[in-house]
């Protein structure tokens, strides 16, 4: 019977709290994109200039509602005006990590939700579009696995974070890009065993296709956020800038 270490799994998840620091000087605003109809979270530095390019990150959130998209935003936005970066937290389907396995019809939403929130967002904004990182905690590797290689001509940075792997999903859906996003999988020394063995899989899965780039456990974590890691990963790899938007001036 798998339904111990299912409620096992559940509880676990209960207890990923969020725990970065939450006093930013400008509050992140919740938007629904008028193509699809979906709510987004966004978090845009105080800093932030037309005149001045920004890398973007995008955070798929994992198993409502032990992981919704409000979590990501309250998670990445401290990082997100420390090292100037634009932060993006849609609200995603077919991310359950524990009875689920990323199905494709999910995958295919979630890539349309994701890729029409960057249309929508570098007219807004000015975007560094080489510099694009997609990344995902728990059940939200489902999404950030499947879009990020479906989109590698998009996604600068690929990195899995605790995160639920599906190879059979993934297989055959995506065509490799050069270059290649730089991507990362890690997870918690005491993360529940279903993340620890996909963890392993999915790690495996890019090895054997010469893709990974770095893998990390972190010692003595569980189920826990350290999008810090991610972060770091996402500044040691970025390329040169890209802009959406043409300014001459400082607006």
């Not at 728990?138 to 605790?162: C, E, H, K, L, Q």
Request: hydrophobic share 35%; glycine share 6%.
């Amino acid at each position: 019977m798998r339904i111990m270490p299912l409620i096992m799994i559940a509880l676990t998840l209960c207890s990923c709290a969020v725990t970065q620091p939450q006093n930013t000087p400008v509050s992140e605003t919740l938007e629904r994109d008028p193509a699809t109809g979906q709510e987004f979270w966004l978090y845009v530095p105080s800093t932030y200039r037309h005149s001045k390019a920004l890398p973007v990150i995008i955070s798929c959130h994992g198993t409502p509602p032990y992981d919704v998209a409000n979590h990501h935003i309250r998670e990445w936005k401290y990082l997100g005006e420390k090292n100037e970066c634009i932060i993006i937290a849609p609200t995603l389907i077919a991310t359950d990590g524990i009875f689920g396995d990323g199905p494709i019809v999910g995958m295919l939403s979630n890539e349309k939700t994701i890729m029409s929130i960057l249309s929508l967002l570098q007219y807004r904004y000015n975007i560094d579009r080489a510099n694009i990182m997609i990344t995902g905690f728990s059940g939200g590797g489902f999404p950030t696995y499947w879009v990020g290689m479906r989109r590698s001509d998009v996604f600068s940075v690929i990195v899995a974070r605790n995160c639920n792997f599906s190879r059979a999903n993934l297989d055959s859906w995506y065509t490799p890009t050069a270059p290649s996003p730089a991507i990362m999988v890690y997870y918690g020394q005491h993360d529940p065993g279903t993340i620890i063995d996909q963890s392993k899989k999915a790690i495996k899965y890019f090895e054997e296709r010469r893709l990974l780039t770095k893998n990390k456990i972190i010692p003595g974590a569980g189920h826990e956020r350290h999008p810090e890691v991610a972060m770091e990963f996402f500044m040691k790899n970025l390329r040169p800038t890209k802009p959406s938007l043409t300014i001459n001036n400082d607006q």
